[in-house]
């Protein structure tokens, strides 16, 4: 399965600020997700990116907040706008297990732990 | 909305016993269903997928779905303390399509020495 190297591993921002996480994976991908994990809580899935397309957002995920660039087929970015303590999580980048889609389940990067004071 | 529901635990079981966790889901059209396995701190790890009635069996690690009850089952035999961990069942948004996963909130297994 694909290896994902994702990056910051961790940070700490003021409030109002923003952070841009890198997520770069050894093989192309065609979709490249990016899920978030609030403390104590299960991943929910912020969008989904497409290379050469806008990013498609789940409900309550909205661009202006979380602007997503996927400039090749093996990397993505994610980015925390104007972050707020409610910002703090684990914010995870995933691609296909395989070229077999599905069936082949999906991997996870090792995460960003940000925390926002 | 797809739903996915877990009991959330903590599941504790003796050493070298069957651990048995449960996980149910809202939407018949979902065809495939993936168990991950995440330690405290680092990022969830597939362990075992299924889409087809019945059992599959990898290891240690058995999963089990009934499509008709809408339920997906993860059995971990002879279970060992490197077992614990939280236990995570997705679901595809689509049902069988490249899209990302719903997950449950997670069954958190203790294995007791």
């Known amino acids: 399965s694909a290896v994902i190297s994702q990056k910051p591993s961790r940070d700490i921002c003021q409030r109002g600020t923003s952070l841009t996480i890198q997520c770069q994976v050894d093989?192309?991908?065609?979709?490249m997700f990016w899920y978030r994990q609030q403390p104590g809580q299960s991943l929910t899935l912020i969008a989904t990116?497409?290379?050469?397309?806008?990013?498609?957002?789940e409900s309550g995920f909205v661009i202006d907040k979380f602007p997503i660039s996927r400039p090749n087929l093996t990397f993505s970015t994610l980015t925390v706008s104007n972050m707020s303590p409610e910002d703090s999580s684990i914010y995870l980048c995933s691609v296909e297990g395989s070229e077999a889609k599905t069936l082949y389940g999906y991997t996870f990067g090792s995460g960003t732990r940000l925390t926002v004071v | 909305q797809k739903e996915v529901e877990q009991n959330s635990g903590p599941l504790s079981v003796p050493e070298g016993a069957i651990a048995s966790l449960n996980c149910t889901y809202s939407d018949r059209g979902s065809q495939s269903f993936f168990w991950y396995r995440q330690y405290s701190g680092k990022s969830p790890e597939l362990i075992m997928f299924?889409?087809?009635?019945g059992d599959k069996e990898d290891g240690r690690f058995t999963a089990q779905l009934n499509k008709a009850s809408q339920y997906v089952s993860l059995l971990i035999r002879d279970s060992q303390p490197s077992d614990s961990a939280t236990y995570l069942c997705?679901?595809?948004?689509?049902?069988?399509?490249?899209?990302?996963?719903?997950f449950g909130k997670g069954t958190h297994l203790i294995i007791q020495p």
């Open positions: 093989s192309q991908v065609t979709m």
């Open positions: 997705a679901v595809p948004y689509s049902g069988g399509g490249a899209d990302g996963l719903t």
């Open positions: 990116a497409n290379q050469g397309s806008e990013a498609t957002y």
């Open positions: 299924i889409y087809s009635n």
